[in-house]
DNA sequence: GTCTATAGGGCGATAGAC
DNA sequence: GTCTATCGCCCTATAGAC
């Protein structure tokens, strides 16, 4: 056992999670998160560039993943299919986890400054999925419309797995979504 | 001629993109834009929510133009024509101003939180159509999901629109773009 | 860790329009 | 007189600099 309590990010994580929860994200000052964590707020600033940044922990390693799938689509795979085939991949990060996805977008959804993160977050993600589609070979505009149609499907699906009250797996609700999508044209 | 020179808010709007422009955002503080706006940073801050806001101005003016063009679309309309109708309806906002249009577009692009802002009004503007959907009685998710089509189909017409040297008009470039995305499913 | 500039809200005073 | 825009000063929290 070190000279710090170990795991601090995480405790701030926690601790951020319980206040945004509790009394609003305006209402939240770093101090009060560092506090609770048991840290300086310094040190909050240290792990995270800013008091939204603290809900967007590993949605880099998520984009990674979404892009790894995008890119090791099957070879027919057409630009659209392998944009979804980037979609049916976050599910190995939100399927067990619903109870903290779904508190967190509560969070979020309360939150017009978390609104913009997050959308910045899935811009980047779309921006992801475009350069894997580019790497296949795929050309603008259809490589640009494919990730948007993609990160559609995910948000429209993982608002029905948020929403109600027994859903199916995030996996199907994506492949519904997707269904739904090809059903447009 | 009063006590105050007329349009304040125009003026401010002004100084704030050329501010934006000459130095940055993050350099630019909201004394800087009221100074050469001529009024006090106080005022600034009671024209608009935050220093983002000024360059968001009428905003709100295009989304109803949207949502009347969606719901005005032939009653025979599919859902994801009805709404391509309200990307198209934006045309009159920006054919005649593309020289202001791209000014505006490059600086937001060289700014993450201009970017974070411009993404929640697109996001509004998605609900928005999705609304007009809805009330010509397309259920959900196809609204949800033709309205996250026509913004995409915006979004690449647009950064066609401004990127070429000598574009179509920007009706055009929506056109265009509808037929790609149409191609995809 | 400390120090500081800026964002942005609150509030009362003031000056004009009507 | 009322109503509204502007001002000026006070405040705290954020976030960057040192």
Redo the contacts between chains.
């Keep these: 056992m070190g000279r710090w309590e170990p795991d601090a990010r995480g405790r701030m994580i926690a601790a951020a999670m319980e206040l945004y929860a509790e009394r609003g994200f305006e209402q939240t000052t770093a101090g009060d998160i560092a506090e609770r964590a048991g840290v300086t707020e310094r040190t909050f600033f240290r792990h995270f560039a800013d008091k939204r940044e603290v809900l967007f922990d590993g949605s880099d390693v998520m984009a990674k993943a979404v892009y790894d799938a995008v890119v090791s689509a099957p070879d027919g795979a057409?630009?659209?299919d392998a944009a979804l085939a980037g979609a049916a991949a976050t599910s190995a990060f939100l399927e067990d986890r619903r109870d903290h996805a779904v508190r967190r977008a509560r969070i979020v959804a309360a939150t017009?400054s978390l609104?913009?993160?997050e959308?910045?977050k899935?811009?980047a993600l779309t921006e992801t999925v475009t350069e894997a589609l580019r790497s296949r070979g795929v050309e603008?505009?259809?490589a640009?419309?494919?990730a948007?149609?993609a990160?559609?499907?995910f948000?429209?699906a993982f608002?029905?797995w948020a929403a109600e009250a027994e859903p199916p797996g995030f996996a199907d609700c994506v492949a519904?979504?997707a269904d739904?999508?090809?059903?447009?044209?």
């Excluded at 739904?180 to 044209?185: H, P, Q």
């Design positions: 057409s630009p659209l017009p609104q913009e993160r959308l910045l899935m811009a603008e505009p259809a640009g419309l494919a948007h149609g990160i559609a499907v948000q429209v608002r029905r519904d979504a739904s999508f090809r059903a447009l044209c």
